[in-house]
């Protein structure tokens, strides 16, 4: 909300500079987001008085004019192209020198021949209106060669009116702000319609066909207006407060509800047949024209004001182009109306129309202000366009309601906010926010979450506690917490001391992201960097995995933000590729990449999260030095990072086995199953890309390793204690067995065939070496194994030969491996 | 053979004996010389000792013992040369071994953290200190538990605060999926859960339907904390903020705590804390007010605590919610806050 500080000042007395009001009105929750200085963009420009204005000599179109700018003899002569002006109005006088919105500078110059001094601006020129035709005529009484910026200058602070306080979005709640900060007093308006002639019910009949919509239905009726602009300094509010003026009588509903916070439409009476509203749904197959011209379907819930032939207004959103006030406007009828705010919400939403007064009518109403609002609109146009305003207004319940009142216990105050406030501050408080208080009496209900939640006073808690007689604007103050802020907002938060909680303590839980840490703490040891990617990918990136658009597993947002942005991802290798080639146009080649992030699909209709990891290494794993060439990043490095991973985790030996590759995604030949041989879980799968998949993406790498790994399996499998294997006290032995396989049998199965005709003395094996070629067959490779076996006491050469021999009788047998002589 | 000529032979191995040891220039030469005069074998010396046989017996006694002053001089001299070879040999390594020191060292990769993720860890150590435990809750939220159980009823204009991104689902029950729009979700997730006293941290990635710029995302990571116990006030709440903000920010800077709204906390309050790039003076990261505000929180609601299984008449206490995003970008000097997800290397690289 945008609060000129000029009009505010109508409203209640404010002796603080703009930015201790803006931080006492912050401090008391109506946060002031900016300050702006009206005038503040103008040099040099000053109120003049046109002594004569004759045409330019050698220009048709032009005038030359004699301005005065000071009250002794300073004329200047300047050139102007407009045609609104005439000897004796006063003027804005842009003087030599001066500085104009936009950063624009007025020089003396000559045109068409003739020196200009100066120039006389527009109301658009100097943002004040948006009148760019004419030069702002000012009232004749401005003071002549004053600086504009003293006349029409403005301070201007926009407030962050907060959903739940509907009725400060309006001068007057807002100046009910100050007074609460200040004590200063809030003077109203002098609301007074002069009414004349007979009844606006022999010309207005509202009828409302469900009340539960529309509570409340004032109507007016006027004639004999005559359309024209506002005055100027009418004018210069509803711009100052953000409002383009339009014409006398709409820029008066606008300017109430800018002061009462209550929408107000105006129909040209004429429009309206028969001289009789109906409030009611649209019917199927209904249309309007609204306001912008536009023609809109009508659904049968949205709320219409019409007439006898058909919709005239979308109720409380927009009015209609048929019934808009106009030139030829001389009878009007003006609404102040009150709508239910779900109602106004929804039409608002369906028809994407939010405007000024569908987001008050949203946070609902006070139930006087219908008749306030029309009753000061009525003034005001009588004031601005002239005619008459009939007798007596057309009003659907006129009976004011009670005003709210909540029980409430003091005690409760102190107890949630943790300082002491005594019953009678709390009072005093309440009341410099217009809130009543009285004592309550047992069976009084105290409303503690809604107000529907009602706990009854015995006679003790009752002789404490306090009645609070809410005045009908406060809408947002129904249970007793409600007051407790209340109290706390108006003696100001800062009178609340910080303390240490001094409660008991919850029990232990282990943090559940301690597991994780740890692996990141490992990677980015290892010389990775930790990147976070957006969870919300294309169709194009589940594309490229083999998901199908619709796939029905893909999470889909309704409303995305774009395409690009639209399928929560099932897989982070889009992502850790995105960060790729951003990372490659940097001339960043060598990446060694991975992320923690959630993973989501649906599984049986319920969307499933799991938490993944994923690794991409592209270019130089091994970085080049100055005595030692790069290596690119293979299969094997990236196999051989899981395998330290896992087992510094905790998780024990981690196992590749061959699997199918995912097509065009996954590299054919160098994909691998990962397997915990401790719980014998699936944790994942590495390899190499598909080159087809870099180049799809428009990487430069032509190689890639990656893997993605399932947090919640690798560190399910990490014992929650680790128990100690004693220590041998003799040393170990070694052994090399070095075997020739055929190219059908992966080294894998090689490795646990060892591991599995070994026995418990086995404590590890490694491969050492791989060869092929002569002597060997062409599809034939010799793997070099070295064994460490270990028991509690000295091995024997007779039993470490049987081991051995019983590794190469199982390896012949299970795998048609020899001993390479 | 007699006593006089083994003796002149035994003096004249000796001489050749020394003066090939002292010839040696390497090790090799420095064995084959102690091979070919004093080895066990085929040594020289063994050569005349098993000559000595032929000698009358009077003498063998006195050839022994010439012969074995010339094995220890002999051994002794080859001891000596070798202690000097090796001495040679290091001098000659070490020499050779001569490199600039000045080089650089052989490289290994730098690696790094992601600044979000070190900001949560370091957000929640600090309200770890304070007893607050971490709990994690999805991301694909319910519009019950992301809104209604918060006191966010279906068309209420407070919804407005929050910008949702729906999942293209079916209803279920009325209750449509999001991807959640702040991380309160979880304070109704805890409370269902778990009994007071509670202290709970909640750190998660979150969305709203918001467009890019240089503070905005669509994507953007929340840390909620709730403490809920049956004395737990709105001092506490500041006290706790206050330790915070100087645990996160100096212990100097000061701290404002004024009127907000949250439909899930009354009272609410924002949190602020002076300007870290203008120190309170005003400048344009603070809109010139010399504050900025670093997180939302308040008591929590009755209704939601009510809606947590949980009775406001005995229990109260406080929740509070900080963009991640926000914090790391003041902790760090950081000020586009799409380079978070961007990961350049050459930000990367800087944590």
Known sequence: MRVPLSWLREYVDVDLSPEALAERLTLLGMEVKGIERRGDDWRDVVVGELLAVEPHPNADRLSLTRVRVDGGGGVLSIVCGATNIAPGQRVPVALPGAMLPGERRIERTTKMGVVSEGMLCSGDELRLTTDAEGILILPAGTPLGARLADVYGDVVLDVDVKPNRGDALSLLGLAREVAAATGAMVRWPAIDVAESGDEAASHLVVEVEDPALCPRFVGRWMDGVAIGPSPLDVQLRLMAAGMRPISNVVDASNYVMLELGKPIHTFDAAAVAGGRLIVRHARAGERLETLDHVVRELTTDTLLIADRTGPLAIAGVMGGAASEVGEGTTAIVIESAIFDPVSIRRTGQRYGLRSEASLRFEKGQEHRLARLGADRTAQLIAAWAGGRVARGVVDTDPVEPPPRRVPFRPSRVGRLLGVDVTADEQQALLARVGIATEGAVAGDLVPIARSSDLMALDAVSAAAALVAIVPGHRRDIAIETDLIEEVARVRGYETIPGERPASSMPGYRPDPRRGLDDLRELLAGRGLDEVVTHALIGPEDHGRLGLAADDPATIRVANPVSLEHSQLRRSLLPGLLRVLIENEHQRRHDVALFEVGSIHRFRDGAPVESLVLGILLAGDWVPGAWDQAARGAEMADVVGLLAWLVDRAGAGRLVAETTASLPTVEHPGRTALLRLVSSGAEVGRAGELDPRLLAAVDARASRAAFATVDVAALLGAVPAVRRLVPLARVPAVERDLAVVVGDDVPAGAVEAVIRDAAGPMLRDVRLFDRYRGAPLGAEESSLAYRLRLQAGRTLTDAEIEAIVAGVVTALGERLGARLRS | ?351
């Open chain 2, 1 to 351: 053979m007699d006593l006089a000529s083994v003796s002149a032979d035994l003096a004249a191995l000796r001489q050749r004996a020394l003066a090939a040891v002292a010839d040696a220039d390497d090790l090799k030469e420095l064995e084959a010389a102690e091979t070919a005069f004093v080895g066990r074998k085929q040594g020289a010396l063994t050569a005349v000792l098993r000559g000595i046989g032929a000698l009358p017996a009077e003498d063998r006694p006195r050839v022994g013992a010439i012969a074995n002053e010339v094995r220890e001089a002999v051994e002794e001299a080859i001891a000596e040369r070798r202690a000097r070879l090796a001495a040679i040999a290091l001098e000659v390594r070490l020499a050779a071994e001569r490199v600039d020191v000045t080089l650089p060292g052989r490289p290994l990769r730098r690696g790094s953290l992601h600044p979000l993720v070190e900001t949560t860890r370091e957000i929640a150590r600090i309200f770890g200190q304070f007893g607050f435990v971490v709990y994690e809750s999805p991301e694909v939220e319910t519009d019950s538990l992301n809104f209604q159980a918060l006191n966010i009823p279906a068309d209420h204009p407070a919804r407005d605060l929050w910008d949702t991104l729906y999942v293209d689902a079916p209803t279920n029950d009325g209750d449509r999926l999001l991807l959640r729009t702040h991380t309160s979700p979880g304070q109704m997730r805890v409370m269902r859960q778990t009994r007071p006293p509670i202290r709970a941290l909640l750190p998660g990635r979150c969305f709203r339907h918001e467009a890019v710029d240089a503070s905005h995302g669509f994507e953007f990571f929340q840390v909620e904390g709730l403490m809920v116990d049956e004395g737990t006030t709105m001092a506490h709440l500041r006290g706790l903020l206050d330790e915070f903000a100087h645990a996160l920010f100096g212990a100097g800077r000061p701290t404002r705590f004024r009127p907000g709204y949250y439909p899930f906390t009354e009272p609410s309050v924002a949190f602020d804390i002076q300007c870290v790039v203008c120190d309170g003076g005003g400048c344009p990261a603070c809109g010139r007010s010399g504050w900025m505000t670093i997180l939302g929180a308040g008591m929590v609601h009755p209704v939601v605590l009510r809606n947590g299984g949980i009775d406001p008449e005995v229990y109260q206490g406080f929740a509070f919610g900080m963009g991640i995003d926000r914090i790391a970008m003041l902790r760090y000097g950081i000020n586009d806050i799409r380079y978070f997800l961007e990961n350049d290397a050459r930000f990367l690289e800087q944590f």
